[in-house]
């Protein structure tokens, strides 16, 4: 006859096999997408791929890079994509090193905010089935991917940084500092939200002097690779801040997807969730540190505004933490477990949204990409684009991207900013600022571009047809897509002549 010991001790393998199996179901589950589609539809993602690719090959013989990048590798704060790409891009070709990425991504929020909420409140495991819902956040889907991955670098750093709180040592204090410098090459605003939120704790813990020294010596070695080689930000004076209502709108970008309505429905089912949790639930506690962590984040979102400088979108930068933080703030006991229902529905729902819409994106983007086949290799190609709306459904932005790594083109726009990222454009080119702004103001100077261009890539822009017309020959079109050959003289000159005089 079995014991009580002896029963449990066999069950205990048992459990461990039914969990590994429920992770890697859940894994599979997260890469679908990812991989079941040929060009994942990401805002960002293609011009960030091409960058990688170009830097790699800057002295292929095979591409002319060389003619118009040069590398500029510093200790930059955006470095996590093209350092992961630099090693991933000698071991796969470049897509599908692209897609392994995107991987790490979605696999590593929802681990490492498990991980971090382990710490907070051990034994609660099934609480972080919630961050599944953030594994494809707002960010990952417009292919802010630097960003994206320092999230999950974040709440690493957090949980290590909670564990050498609990018990000081030297070598885990160590551990700590590798992984909070590790988090300013993978953005400088995860980089500075993890940093708010150990200076809030120290606050909200009443923790002694000696913690607050030795917790903000991790960010030394960060503010000063900031100073010495990035600087981004110092010195900006353009600052815009949203409306309430704006604002109020914008705490929505918590759960941002494809299906607005299952969105909505999964911010109710997390309040439902937490009254069930404590209704008539012994074991359920609040936890008074993180309530007021969450509770600081809030502000913080209220108070952040929507652009410093260049970069945009900054308050609603904070709000995957404060999610996640949420989940910290009370402690459910056995009780979660019977609840977990609620999450996993709710991640199957979103995945299988997200899988069409993948899906769904595809003929278009098959369509798009055909355009690649009609442009010879190393052209010099001007994109043309318009279509402000929504960043995670306009993946035609930067698709042109694609041309820079299938047919080697030269592109104007290619990331390109001081300070962050590792690639410098060295050729003088006529570079319409329009489409930054996915809309022109005024027309191109067709002059110009015929002068300094081999083909046009345009999107969107029907009312420049005519004038695209007066300076090349249109020799593929595909929905909103128009590709332009440009007349040139046999020497490579162009008449003076060439361009409309004015556009109707």
């Not at 056995?334 to 994106?361: M, N, V, Y």
């Not at 009312?463 to 007066?470: D, M, V």
């Amino acid at each position: 006859m079995d014991t009580p010991g002896t029963a449990l001790d066999r069950s205990a393998p048992t459990n461990r096999i039914w969990r590994l199996a429920a992770v890697l179901i859940l894994a599979v589950l997260l890469l679908v997408p990812i991989w079941s589609v040929a060009f994942p539809p990401l805002l960002d993602y293609p011009n960030h791929l091409a960058r990688s690719f170009a830097l790699a090959h800057l002295h292929d013989p095979a591409f002319t890079f060389s003619r118009f990048f040069h590398a500029d590798w510093g200790f930059y704060p955006y470095l996590g994509m093209d350092a992961s790409l630099a090693v991933l891009g000698r071991l796969f070709p470049i897509e599908t090193a692209g897609r392994i990425f995107l991987s790490l991504c979605v696999l590593a929020l929802p681990a490492a905010a498990w991980f971090f909420l382990q710490q907070v409140n051990p034994g609660d495991d099934a609480t972080a089935l919630w961050a599944l819902l953030i594994s494809c956040n707002s960010f990952f889907l417009a292919g802010f991917l630097n960003f994206d991955l320092s999230l999950a670098v974040g709440f690493l750093a957090l949980r290590l940084w909670l564990r050498w709180l609990a018990k000081p040592g030297g070598a885990r204090w160590v551990a700590v500092l590798v992984i909070f410098t590790a988090l300013y090459f993978t953005h400088l605003l995860g980089f500075g939200i993890a940093g708010l939120v150990v200076a809030a704790y120290l606050v909200f813990d009443r923790r002694p002097l000696r913690d607050w020294i030795w917790s903000g010596a991790l960010a030394l070695p960060g503010v000063v690779f900031y100073l010495h080689s990035s600087r981004v930000g110092l010195g900006v004076h353009t600052v815009i801040f949203r409306g309430f209502v704006e604002k109020l709108e914008s705490l929505g970008m918590t759960l941002h997807g494809y299906w607005p309505v299952l969105d909505w429905i999964s911010l109710a089912a997390l309040g439902v969730w937490f009254l069930a949790a404590w209704w008539r639930n012994p074991e359920f506690c609040w936890n008074g540190r993180w309530l007021a962590m969450a509770g600081f984040l809030l502000a913080l979102f209220w108070a952040t505004p929507w652009m410093w400088g260049e970069d945009s979108d900054l308050d609603i930068r904070v709000l995957p933490v404060l999610f996640v933080v949420i989940l910290a703030t009370a402690r459910v006991g056995r009780r979660a477990k019977w609840l977990a229902a609620i999450p996993l529905l709710l991640f199957a729902a979103q995945t299988a949204s997200l899988t069409q819409h993948f899906a769904g994106a595809q003929p278009k983007l098959v369509g798009l990409a055909r355009s690649f086949d009609v442009v010879p290799r190393g052209a010099l190609v001007l994109p043309i684009v318009e279509g402000d709306q929504d960043p995670i459904e306009r993946p035609f932005t930067h698709f042109w991207a694609y041309g820079v790594i299938r047919r080697g083109w030269f592109s104007p726009y290619l990331f390109d900013e001081p300070g962050q990222m590792p690639m410098r454009i060295v050729y003088d080119s006529y570079t319409p600022d329009g489409f930054w702004n996915l809309a022109y103001d005024e027309p191109p100077d067709w002059t110009q571009v015929q002068s300094d261009y081999d083909y046009v890539w345009a999107y969107g822009v029907p009312r420049f047809s005519a004038a695209l017309a007066g300076i090349g020959e249109r020799i593929y079109s595909y929905g909103a897509l128009e590709v332009y050959r440009v007349r040139k003289l046999p020497d490579g000159s162009v008449k003076e002549d060439a361009a409309p005089r004015s556009i109707h």
